[in-house]
Every structure is written in structure tokens, then in C-alpha cells.
């Protein structure tokens, strides 16, 4: 059995590759010249990629090997739509239910992203995550929370993609966090609606911006457009 630190640390060295999008959708992972570059056997690279592939950040195709998820614009599109369902929900029940623990937690989350590089891009999309599952724990559905945190894992390459500044990010979650504090459930849905709307909007832009020769999106008539 591979070691479970060396399996940790190969993993999350391959996430962050995928996440900051040093490997691009689509990409085939060679995991023996991988083990080769991390001086291991191939085991723990492999146990890597299953790891990956249950946040929806690898796809493993039998006889082919693995390669970085692809998604189409419409399946991102269709991720954040889901992803409104069910957060929407989760702040509707948090409202009434988060203790002031919990809302002490919710401000402390983001106190270490504050720069640009790789590090603390990746830093941005994990404390983005935590901040909405913590949200949703305290809604007191678990299974809600993991939904939630699955969504977030499948787009956090695409948050990173458009990263907020710090104090646009900033303003959106103390808002929200207010909100919570009144334990208003109209207002926790407003400010929770705003906080989901900006970054669905903001994303969506950079990935059609930056990437729209390599997304497609599928019509209601199933003919497939590139994007320009």
C-alpha cells in the first residue's frame, strides 16, 4: 500500500495543476511519467487520479487512460444552476439554525487568501468551499453539505479561472455572513442569491473570454456551436 502521506502529497500537487489550469481539459495524465518526475512508483499516482476522479476533476477511460475532466459550457452552466438549487436551500434552512460558532468560523475563512499566485488562487477556491459547506452544515443536512462540496470541487479550476479580487470576494461573504447574523431568512436569501448570481456571471465571462475556442456549448436543438 502506498504511503498515505506520498499519496496525499501527489495529490494534491496533480489538484493544484488542474486547478489553476497548468493542465487543461481534456489533457492525457501519463502516470508513469508522472511517477518518474515524483520520484515514486506508479501506485500512488494512481490512487492520485481515483481521488480526483470522485471530485469529478479526472476522468478515467478504461483502455485509455486519464485525462483532465472536460466539461462542456452548457454542463458548467447546468453545474452552477444546481449548485443555486441547492444553496439557496441550505441558506434558507442555516438561517435559522447557524450558531454564533458557526458565524465566527464564517469570518475567519478567507484570512489567508491575499495574493495572486498559485498558491493562494487555489487557497481562494478551498476557502470558497469551505465557506459555502460550512453554510450548508449548519442548514443541519449533511447530505446537502456533501452535494454542495461536490459541486464546488467540479468547478473550482473555473472559479480560480476568474478569481475575484480580494476585496470584491471580501464584501460578497461579509454580506452574506450579515445577513446570517439577523437571522432574517429573506435577507440571508437575498444576499446569498447575490453572492451566487456575481460569481456565476464573473466565471462564465472569463471562461468564454479566455478559453472559448476550447468550450462548447450544445443548442436546444442538440447542434453544437463553438463558442468564439
Wanted: with cysteine; hydrophobic share 40%; proline share 2%.
Amino acid at each position: 500500500m502506498a504511503d498515505v502521506t506520498e499519496k496525499k502529497l501527489i495529490y494534491t500537487k496533480l489538484r493544484r495543476t488542474i486547478v489553476t489550469g497548468r493542465s487543461k481539459p481534456g489533457e492525457r495524465l501519463n502516470p508513469r511519467d508522472l511517477a518518474k518526475s515524483f520520484g515514486c512508483s506508479v501506485m500512488p499516482v494512481r490512487d492520485a487520479f481515483q481521488m480526483l476522479h470522485q471530485e469529478g476533476l479526472v476522468t478515467i477511460k478504461p483502455r485509455s487512460g486519464y485525462f483532465v475532466t472536460h466539461l462542456t459550457l452548457k454542463e458548467i452552466y447546468d453545474l452552477f444552476d444546481l449548485r443555486e438549487i441547492l444553496e439557496m436551500a441550505a441558506a434558507e434552512k442555516a438561517a435559522g439554525r447557524i450558531t454564533d460558532a458557526q458565524l465566527e468560523e464564517l469570518e475567519n475563512i478567507h484570512a489567508g487568501y491575499t495574493g495572486e499566485d498559485e498558491a493562494s488562487l487555489e487557497r481562494y477556491a478551498d476557502e470558497n468551499r469551505r465557506l459555502h459547506c460550512l453554510i450548508a452544515e449548519a442548514s443541519g443536512n449533511k447530505e446537502l453539505a456533501k452535494a454542495i462540496g461536490r459541486i464546488h470541487d467540479q468547478l473550482a479550476r473555473f472559479m480560480v479561472a476568474s478569481h475575484a479580487d480580494q476585496s470584491m470576494m471580501a464584501f460578497g461573504h461579509q454580506n452574506l455572513i450579515n445577513a446570517l447574523r439577523t437571522r432574517d431568512t429573506a435577507a440571508v436569501r437575498e444576499a446569498m442569491y447575490k453572492d451566487l448570481n456575481d460569481a456565476r456571471e464573473k466565471t462564465l465571462q472569463r471562461v468564454i473570454e479566455e478559453g472559448g475556442a476550447f468550450w462548447q456549448l450544445r443548442t436546444h436543438s442538440q447542434q453544437t456551436v463553438q463558442t468564439e
